[in-house]
Antibody, heavy 121, light 106 residues
Framework: DVQLLESGGGVVQPGGSLRLSCAAS????????MNWVRQAPGKGLEWVSAISGSGDATYYVDSVKGRFTISRDNSKNTLYLQMNSLRAEDTALYYC??????????????WGRGTLVSVSS | DIQMTQSPSTLSASVGDRVTITCRASQSITSWLAWYQQKPGKAPKPLIY???RLETGVPSRFSGSGFGTEFTLTISSLQPDDFATYYC????????FGQGTKVEIK
């Protein structure tokens, strides 16, 4: 089965760090751009970051630029999101989502179940 | 940044009703628009891409239309499984979602 499985969420204090992972299976991972999308409790969806299939192009929403870093290890079929200087407003369920194409810029045709990040003192 | 505005925010309907949700973009996105369905506790599920193309496995009662800045998602005959929240997403310039439309039982 083709699937994405996120991990690494948890409770962290404001200013702290967390690294999320997304393990892909059943697909040729390096063929596709990947994304992180978050959903605050009871709220809508917000795209956070994207990375090309090769990993040489990355993109971020303005609110996380300079704090979050997206990366991937194609030898391990795994996507990462390093989150530093976390704020209360980063509290959300973080989804890993696959882009239809290698370069990105298309819609998201496969989603994981999400991992919950809670930033609280 | 491209803003996406959905209407209505909530829609009350009955099984068998024809339902239409509108999504407006703050600038032209040509046909680079997708629609997703999300149920409580679940990940979003793609329904429509490129404004009007049906994702594989999605029932034909779902359809999408529009070009430029105005788009619609139509459910021709609402089924019990369709009560959910629906989001539009532009992918013309980066990615932006609408705020969502909750379809609830009347």
């Amino acid at each position: 089965d083709v699937q994405l499985l996120e991990s690494g969420g948890g409770v962290v204090q404001p200013g702290g760090s967390l690294r999320l992972s997304c393990a892909a299976s059943g697909l040729t991972f390096d063929t596709y751009a990947m994304n992180w999308v978050r959903q605050a409790p009871g709220k809508g969806l917000e795209w956070v970051s994207a990375i090309s299939g090769s990993g040489d192009a990355t993109y971020y929403v303005d609110s996380v630029k300079g704090r979050f870093t997206i990366s991937r290890d194609n030898s391990k079929n795994t996507l990462y999101l390093q989150m530093n200087s976390l704020r209360a407003e980063d509290t959300a369920l973080y989804y890993c989502a696959k882009d239809l194409s290698s370069g990105g810029g298309r819609y998201f045709d496969l989603w994981g179940r999400g991992t919950l990040v809670s930033v609280s003192s | 940044d491209i803003q996406m505005t959905q209407s209505p925010s909530t829609l009350s309907a009955s099984v068998g009703d024809r339902v239409t949700i509108t999504c407006r973009a703050s600038q032209s996105i040509t046909s680079w628009l997708a629609w997703y369905q999300q149920k409580p506790g679940k990940a979003p599920k793609p329904l429509i891409y490129d404004a009007s193309r049906l994702e594989t496995g999605v029932p034909s009662r779902f359809s999408g239309s529009g070009f430029g800045t105005e788009f619609t998602l139509t459910i021709s005959s609402l089924q019990p499984d369709d009560f959910a929240t629906y989001y539009c997403q532009q992918y013309n310039t980066y990615w932006t979602f609408g705020q969502g439309t909750k379809v609830e039982i009347k």
